[in-house]
């Protein structure tokens, strides 16, 4: 007898013919032809190298072995089945991520698409919060957040993400009123997040500047409604390079002062203690995206 294993559509042929004790029958239960189910039952016999049937005319009855290897071989065709419904009924795998509103919006979204490409089994909930994460109250796997404030024992941290801000608007505001130097942004008007009020304070120090009286000033919720009034030519804007780089790759925002930036924390993230272990792969793709980023 061959040790490879025989070919299941002829093994499920021959059960079926086993269990009526007809090929005719058992081509009607498969939607197969009478013919179709005596070539099936042929090839296994030739496979194994036994008779499975004794042909008599108009009536077919099993061998001593094949006896023997119905019984085993409906037990295993069983098995198969169940274990392909409890399969179909098993919850889909999923990964629960915190992050803040902005991030998910400007970073993570727009390559979350990659990641469902490279793990299609795997359900991605995206749940935004801005508390620190020791104060998160909805369930997760994995939170990013800038900074290590906030952070609870009872969560790993990893290092994520260096980050940076410079100025950014419209290309049509500064076709309309160029800005060459720091000082050139008084003519405009200047964006900013109620959740990041200092960052043009401490941009215009690590400019040089002792003080810039702007054109006017605008205040947002969050870094990336202060964004998208800056795609929208509302003002100028404090972005940082996690948030923007896929509007300054697009042309939707352009930089006047590249050179002049303001280092930020960087970003960490971390695991739930009864993580899902999908959260490893999330976070391997992660770093493998960082790393294309910084990529040149």
């Known amino acids: ?15 079926a013919a086993a269990r ?3 090929f005719t029958r ?3 239960e498969l939607h197969v032809t009478h013919s179709a189910v005596s070539r099936q ?3 296994l016999e030739a496979h194994l190298g036994i008779a499975l049937f004794e042909r008599r005319i108009r009536q077919v009855s099993l061998t001593r072995e094949g006896q023997a290897f119905f019984a085993e071989a409906a037990a295993g065709l069983a098995q198969i089945g169940a274990a392909a419904a409890l399969l179909a009924r098993a919850p889909a795998r999923a990964v629960r991520i915190n992050v803040r509103p902005s991030f998910a919006v400007r970073w993570l979204i727009p390559r979350l698409p990659d990641f469902v490409a490279q793990y299609p089994g795997i359900e991605p909930k995206v749940i935004t919060s801005t508390a620190l994460p020791a104060k998160v109250t909805d369930a997760f796997d994995i939170v990013i957040r800038r900074g290590l404030q906030g952070w609870p024992p009872s969560i790993e941290v990893q290092p994520f993400m260096e980050d940076e801000a410079f100025v950014v608007g419209a290309p049509s505001l500064f076709k309309a009123r160029g800005v060459d130097s720091p000082r050139g942004l008084a003519a405009h008007v200047l964006l900013s997040a109620r959740t990041r009020k200092s960052d043009w304070d401490d941009w215009q120090r690590a400019a040089g500047l002792v003080r810039l009286k702007p054109a006017g000033r605008l205040q947002f919720d969050h870094m990336h409604l202060v964004l998208q009034a800056a795609v929208d030519g509302l003002g100028v804007a404090m972005g940082s390079t996690s948030l923007v780089a896929h509007d300054l790759q697009q ?7 590249p050179d002049v930036r303001l280092p930020l924390e960087r970003y960490y993230y971390g695991f739930a203690p009864d993580a899902a272990p999908e959260a490893r792969l999330f976070a391997e793709w992660l770093e493998a995206t960082r790393l294309a980023s910084d990529a040149p």
């Open 251 to 257: 042309g939707r925002l352009a930089s006047p002062l």
């Open 41 to 43: 039952v042929k090839s």
């Open 1 to 15: 007898m061959s040790d490879r294993l025989p070919p299941l559509n002829a093994v499920r042929a021959f059960v």
């Open 26 to 28: 058992a081509a009607v």
């Open 20 to 22: 009526h004790q007809s």
